[in-house]
């Protein structure tokens, strides 16, 4: 497997009672795979994905991406690895608004000068269909154009795994349904592993393999 959870669990300490938010949850992913999870707010979705995604630290358990065990890796580690090998969508965007889009997306690549970061930025921007929008400001758009900007932010680095929290959740359904397509078409080109949180069953049509969530458990795997 590309992606490999092995009893991950997640447990937070609260002022009363001790919260298991994820109980011993084991999933597989393939290279180059769509997959999502699915079910309730507080099911533990977002949880799980930022613990595969090194954002969030597992209680017990480990994740392996493509042959790397996260479990032993330090804070500098963690942050090296997220950089060089993992994308992130987020439903709010995350955008920086006093940025354009082009700078926005400019800042992954953090590691270049600014004469070399210019043909793969603009380059990237045409991949999402925002060519003109390049000294557009994130509230001089439209929420999908927003998504947008935060897609090629994900992918100008070209990620090994994109990880996707409920990217259409603030979306109608005509611009969101362009986002998943537009999603579905980069993981044919770049052979992209994309793990969804969603409550979106249109996911669930680009999806190979969609896991249920109910109470911090996988309940169902299909």
Same mark, same amino acid.
């Given at each position: 497997?590309?992606?490999?959870?092995?009893?991950?669990?997640?447990?937070?300490?609260?002022?009363?009672?001790?919260?298991?938010?994820?109980?011993?949850?084991?999933?597989?992913?393939?290279?180059?795979?769509?997959?999502?999870?699915?079910?309730?707010?507080?099911?533990?979705?977002?949880?799980?994905?930022?613990?595969?995604?090194?954002?969030?630290?597992?209680?017990?358990?480990?994740?392996?991406?493509?042959?790397?065990?996260?479990?032993?890796?330090?804070?500098?580690?963690?942050?090296?690895?997220?950089?060089?090998? &993992?994308?992130?969508?987020?439903?709010?965007?995350?955008?920086?608004?006093?940025?354009?889009?082009?700078?926005?997306?400019?800042?992954?690549?953090?590691?270049?000068?600014?004469?070399?970061?210019?043909?793969?930025?603009?380059?990237? &921007?045409?991949?999402?269909? &925002?060519?003109?929008?390049?000294?557009?400001?994130?509230?001089?758009?439209?929420?999908?154009?927003?998504?947008?900007?935060?897609?090629?932010?994900?992918?100008?680095?070209?990620?090994? &795994?994109?990880?996707?929290?409920?990217?259409?959740?603030?979306?109608?359904?005509?611009?969101?349904?362009?986002?998943?397509?537009?999603?579905?078409?980069?993981?044919?080109?770049?052979?992209?592993?994309?793990?969804?949180?969603?409550?979106?069953?249109?996911?669930?049509?680009?999806?190979?393999?969609?896991?249920?969530?109910?109470?911090?458990?996988?309940?169902?795997?299909?």
């Amino acid at each position: 497997m590309f992606i490999e959870t092995q009893n991950i669990k997640k447990i937070y300490n609260t002022k009363t009672v001790p919260f298991e938010a994820l109980s011993n949850i084991n999933i597989g992913l393939s290279k180059s795979s769509i997959n999502a999870l699915i079910g309730a707010s507080g099911s533990g979705k977002t949880t799980l994905l930022n613990i595969i995604g090194a954002l969030d630290e597992a209680t017990e358990g480990n994740v392996i991406i493509d042959g790397e065990s996260l479990k032993d890796k330090n804070s500098d580690e963690l942050a090296k690895f997220r950089r060089d090998n &993992l994308g992130f969508i987020f439903q709010s965007y995350n955008l920086i608004p006093v940025l354009t889009a082009y700078e926005n997306i400019a800042l992954a690549l953090f590691d270049m000068s600014e004469n070399d970061k210019k043909e793969p930025v603009m380059k990237m &921007l045409e991949m999402v269909g &925002l060519e003109g929008k390049e000294k557009s400001y994130p509230n001089e758009m439209s929420g999908g154009q927003q998504q947008r900007v935060s897609i090629a932010r994900a992918l100008i680095k070209k990620p090994k &795994l994109l990880l996707a929290d409920e990217p259409t959740a603030n979306l109608d359904s005509v611009t969101g349904k362009q986002i998943l397509d537009l999603i579905a078409q980069i993981n044919k080109k770049d052979d992209i592993t994309v793990l969804f949180s969603t409550h979106d069953e249109r996911v669930m049509d680009i999806s190979s393999k969609i896991f249920t969530m109910e109470d911090g458990k996988i309940i169902k795997e299909v």
